[in-house]
């Protein structure tokens, strides 16, 4: 019998939700900001996502947020102060956070088999890279970097920006946009970047400043 690949990944995505990241945050990394993060790029993953055409009808779908879910997976090899860290990272400490995309990108292979598809992988490995070659590990550029990296690099972005981060005020969602526009075609996919305000100014009660 032919299996249902879109039943098969939907099933790996909320086994990895509900079981597998939730054990590995408990005791890799037990620190509510991170985990609080990486839900939230989940979200603005799928909004994006729907706002580009792809549904639960689609196997990227579970797939991309899987990645979303896993992006900073690579962040258990940081020293676990930094991580909790309260302030913005000193120039060594950002140098050391940088090796995360290609240790996450590593752990996958070794440790979650599971996990191991392309899709999944070249989000992680890729999501700091910018469209115009300064991002990290690789400097890649436009369309050197995966599509689906591209879609995390914005919405690990904008979780970012609307999350909490004590050394750093949270923005709102006009705030966000505008940041989002001044760096289309210099960090973000300029056709990705139109993709998302759409995304976003239909669903901005998601983006509340939180008390």
Known sequence: MEIDKVKYLKYHYENFLKINLPIFLQQKIPDENFSRH?????KYTALILRERGFTEKNEFFYLLKIAALAHDI???????????????LTPEEFEQVKKHPKDGYDYIKKEQPELNYRIVLNGVLYHHENWDGSGYPYRAKAHEIPFEARILRIADSVAAMNGFRPYEETKNLERIIGELIELRNKWYDPELV??????????SKLFSIPK
């Open 38 to 42: 990486l839900f939230s790029v989940e």
């Open 74 to 88: 690579g962040k258990i090899k940081c020293d676990p102060k930094i991580i909790a860290k309260k302030e913005k």
């Open 194 to 203: 139109d993709v998302s305000v759409r995304a976003f100014e239909k669903n």
